[in-house]
Structure formats: structure tokens, C-alpha cells
């Protein structure tokens, strides 16, 4: 970018007070909020295991599970509409990510393996960041398979689906089945939705103000009334039975309210993000590389080799403990955002690319 572009860049976005919301055809609210849930991803793997320190760190534990996954699902939910209108595409984006899956699971189990000395490796049930990764492609086919079908008739199915999953303790982490069925109404909503027309709607004047006020009252039950919300934490996970919450009979229900007051809060949270191009929003473009790396290299490497321990054990686990992590999830998103850590991923995807482009070519001489 010349530096006149950059003048005309920032000219542009003083003289509409902020609000360029497109610029080359990005909506870059998008990238914005992805950025933000990126961060929360990162935050919440990094205190996971240490988040019962600090009274602060298990409340925001449970502000970000809440729905941080369920908010990804569904804007990979509004952006994935091209691919499912094409089955070449298709086939690639879901060869791409069953094998970024296995990778993260085959090099999280080589760098455990690497300490631990244990030599089984263990596939398509960890619950580390690849059961993400692996739904993603189940979400894509089963989508494009389903795409005739009447969006609100199944809507209303992948809701009963969700709820009535909890009820079976043999849908658990195997073939990460569980979260995949649970989330799956978040991505297809997203599918089903207009990205303009969401951003569009969330950003009138009326929403924004009951979006602050929702998103303040829901931070001010998880730090305030964090033992209430602790109660149903098992929905938050997506993988855990309705047997472990205090009325497992009513599991359902609680689902069932839980995905109506997620949908809400996704929402609101779009009403708050900034609509222009921010200084961090090329993070929101980097969220695939960074999701894919941060806890390989970093929180699986660190609690490993016992960092974290011995950094808290010499801090303590006070308020200078709970400011570190804060820092270093932000560190770690910086550094999985670099370049660097894109190529890797690109070579896959080329690799996906050229794979389809063969069965493609054998297709028509055959």
C-alpha cells in the first residue's frame, strides 16, 4: 500500500467519523468481533487450567465459554455459503479441515508423548482445539447435503437434536459427536442469515443500547453470581451429559434456553463491535492460523514443560498472576498471527486444491 493510499485511508474514515464499513467489498465488523473471539479462545485455553486460582479468572472462564465457540460457528456459519453452493469447494474446504484436525491432534499427542513418555496416540477424541476443526467439516457437508432441505422445519430438528443430545452419555468426545451435534444449529443459523443484513440490523440505534445492557447484565452474572452460573457450566462445554447438572431431567429445557439467550448475546455482540477497520482488525483475518497454533506451540508446550506452574508458584496467584495471563494470551495471539505461522496452512490448502483439481480432471476423462 503506497503512502497515498494510507492518507486517503485515514482521510476517508475521519470524515465518516469511523463508521467505513466496507472497503473491497470486507465487512469488517467480522473481522473485528473474530478478532475479539480469537483473544477470548486463547484467554480461556490459557487460564483453563488455573482457573479456579482466582475468583476473577474462574468468572471470566465462565464468561468466555459461554459462548465463544458458539459465536465462531456462527460467523464461519454466515461466510461459508459459497462453499456449500459448490461441491468442488466444498470437497476441499472439508479435506482441508479433517486434516488440519488429525495434525493438531497427531502434534499434540508427539509434544505430550515428548514428556509423558506414553506412545499411544489417541484420534478424533481429544478435547483440545481440533474438535473445532474436525466439526467444521462435518458442518460443511452435512449442510450442503441438507441445503434443499425447509431452513426453518430443520432449524427447529438440529434444536431437538441439540437438546435431546445431553440425555445420551455414550454422545461424548468420540468423533467429537457431542459438541458437533450441539453447535451445529449456531452454524447452520449462521448460514441461514445475511452477513450485511445481521450487521445491518444489530447496528440501529435501539439494539446497540439494549446490547450494552444485556452484555453488562450477563458479565455482572458471571463475576456476581458466579456460583449460579457454575451450575451450568456443563451446557457451556457442549460435551458434557445432562447427569452432571443439579436437575438432569430438565436438561433439555436448559438447552433450550441456553441456545436462545447465545443467539441473543451473539447479537448483542454485534451490535457492540466497532463497524470500521481497526488497528487489530487483520487479526480477524488470521484466526484459522492462530486458533490452529496458540495451544500447540504455546499453552500445550508451556503447561508441558510446567511453566505456568513455576511462574505462579514465583508471583502467586494474586492479581499480578491473573494481569500476566491476561498479557500473555495477547503475546501468543500476536505471535500466531504473524505470516510466518500462515504458510504452513497454505501449503495444505493447496495441497486440498490441487487434489480436487486431479479427481476433477480424472473426472472428465473418464
Not at 24 to 50: M, S, W
Not at 76 to 85: E, I, P, Q, R
Request: aromatic residues 18%; proline residues 3%; contains cysteine.
Amino acid at each position: 500500500m503506497t503512502l497515498y493510499d494510507r492518507f486517503y485511508r485515514i482521510i476517508t474514515v475521519f470524515i465518516t467519523n469511523g463508521r467505513e464499513i466496507l472497503l473491497k467489498n470486507r465487512i469488517y465488523v467480522y473481522d473485528n468481533l473474530k478478532c475479539l473471539l480469537i483473544f477470548l479462545v486463547v484467554t480461556g485455553h490459557f487460564i483453563q487450567k488455573d482457573r479456579m486460582d482466582t475468583h476473577f479468572l474462574h468468572s471470566l472462564s465462565i464468561f468466555i465459554y459461554a459462548f465463544h465457540m458458539p459465536a465462531f460457528a456462527f460467523v464461519s456459519g454466515l461466510f461459508s455459503k459459497h462453499a456449500t453452493s459448490d461441491s468442488k469447494t466444498l470437497r476441499e474446504r472439508i479435506l482441508y479441515f479433517i486434516i488440519l484436525s488429525l495434525l493438531c491432534d497427531l502434534l499434540a499427542q508427539l509434544i505430550g508423548m515428548c514428556w509423558s513418555k506414553k506412545g499411544i496416540v489417541k484420534i478424533f477424541g481429544r478435547s483440545n482445539v481440533s474438535w473445532y476443526l474436525f466439526s467444521m467439516a462435518l458442518w460443511y457437508g452435512a449442510t450442503f447435503l441438507l441445503r434443499e432441505v425447509n431452513g426453518g422445519f430443520l432449524f427447529l430438528v438440529l434444536l431437538m437434536l441439540g437438546c435431546f443430545a445431553g440425555y445420551d452419555k455414550r454422545i461424548n468426545d468420540f468423533f467429537h459427536l457431542s459438541r458437533t451435534i450441539v453447535f451445529y444449529p449456531f452454524f447452520y443459523l449462521g448460514w441461514r442469515m445475511d452477513p450485511q443484513e445481521w450487521a445491518r440490523q444489530a447496528k440501529k440505534p435501539l439494539c446497540r443500547a439494549v446490547a450494552l445492557i444485556s452484555v453488562l447484565f450477563f458479565a455482572w452474572l458471571c463475576f456476581a453470581r458466579t456460583g449460579a452460573m457454575e451450575a451450568v457450566w456443563p451446557l457451556f462445554s457442549g460435551r458434557r451429559a445432562y447427569h452432571k447438572l443439579f436437575f438432569p431431567l430438565y436438561g433439555g429445557i436448559y438447552r433450550l434456553g441456553y441456545y436462545a439467550a447465545i443467539t441473543f448475546l451473539i447479537f448483542c455482540l454485534t451490535a457492540l463491535t466497532p463497524q470500521g477497520r481497526l488497528p487489530v482488525s487483520w487479526i480477524g483475518e488470521r484466526t484459522l492460523q492462530i486458533y490452529f497454533f496458540h495451544d500447540l506451540l504455546f499453552i500445550y508446550f508451556l503447561r508441558n514443560i510446567h511453566f505456568m506452574d513455576r511462574l505462579r508458584a514465583a508471583v502467586g496467584a494474586g492479581k499480578l498472576w491473573q494481569i500476566l495471563c491476561i498479557c500473555a494470551s495477547a503475546l501468543i495471539l500476536l505471535i500466531c498471527s504473524l505470516k510466518p505461522f500462515a504458510y504452513p496452512l497454505k501449503m495444505i490448502q493447496r495441497l486440498c486444491k490441487s487434489r480436487g483439481n486431479k479427481e476433477k480432471d480424472g473426472a472428465a476423462a473418464g
